[in-house]
């Protein structure tokens, strides 16, 4: 039957479930975005609004408020928290100003509710014939727990990958508000955070991407059986069990102890 793999999150007890063989989890485009989502370092502050793109009309800016307009912004955001529909709240940011704001505030919240819960945490892609784990990957306390079989543990114990969309728009608000849009950029990087070494999104060919670039590089087995022609060990990654992000370079500061290894991963 061949060897079965799953991406686990030990610190999360989270799993993936059911990905099958390696093959179809390296070169899967739709499990290389979720990756993307998952491993996101957002902002803290979702990005201005400004500038809009559409210039104002002369009056508004000293034409009387509304009373729904004269809202505090605590109770605009307390009813856009309430509109489920995306559509629906892209109808209610068409109205004003006031509503776009508590739009585009919200969309960050829920967006950041359902992307970066893997970031920093410790992965890896488990193969179900591994008998052994990478060097200081499990804690003593940990491998007294799981050894010797984390890929039916993770099964049995874990809970699922947390899934979410990313934007989705209808095209009435501009794509570009996206606050993850800037995570897709040439600027993006993909960060091991355990070994100090990045992946910049701009020197990737492949159409997956940094998803990709961690896929490719957290497969764990003890058997070589891994339904993928390569000229290297895939299934001893030397990025399995460590910890990730992807941010860009504009929010974090890469001094010289940073290796980049772009080529490397896109080889």
């Known amino acids: ?81 309430f509109i489920g529909s995306e559509l629906c709240l892209e109808w209610f940011a068409m109205a004003c100003l006031r509503f776009l704001e508590a739009y585009y505030r919200e969309t960050f919240r829920r967006y950041r509710k359902t992307s970066g819960q893997w970031a920093g945490k410790r992965i890896i892609c488990i193969g179900d014939y591994a008998k052994d784990y990478p060097p200081g990957f499990l804690t003593p306390e940990e491998e007294q727990v799981i050894v010797p079989d984390l890929y039916c543990y993770a099964a049995d114990h874990f809970g699922p990958m947390p899934h979410g969309s990313r934007w989705t728009s209808y095209g009435i608000v501009r794509r570009d508000l996206d606050p993850f849009a800037y995570l897709e950029g040439p600027n993006s990087i993909l960060r091991n955070l355990t070994t100090k070494e990045y992946v910049r999104r701009s020197g990737i060919k492949r159409r997956n991407g940094l998803g990709f670039a961690v896929m490719s590089r957290i497969p764990w087995s003890t058997d070589p059986s891994v339904s993928i022609e390569c000229s290297f060990a895939v299934h001893r990654g030397v990025w399995a069990g460590h910890r990730f992000d992807i941010t860009t370079t504009d929010l974090v500061a890469l001094d010289d102890s940073w290796r980049d290894v772009t080529e490397e991963v896109d080889r």
């Open 1 to 81: 039957m061949g060897q079965y793999w799953d991406i686990v999150c030990v610190d999360t007890l989270e799993v993936t479930g059911g990905l099958g063989k390696l093959h179809e989890v390296v070169y899967s485009d739709s499990l290389a975005k979720e990756m993307e989502r998952i491993l996101a370092a957002a902002p803290v502050r979702p990005p201005s609004l400004l500038p809009l793109g559409v210039e104002l009309v002369a009056g508004y800016a000293t034409k009387r408020l509304s009373p729904i307009e004269k809202l505090p912004e605590e109770i605009l955001d307390k009813i856009s928290s």
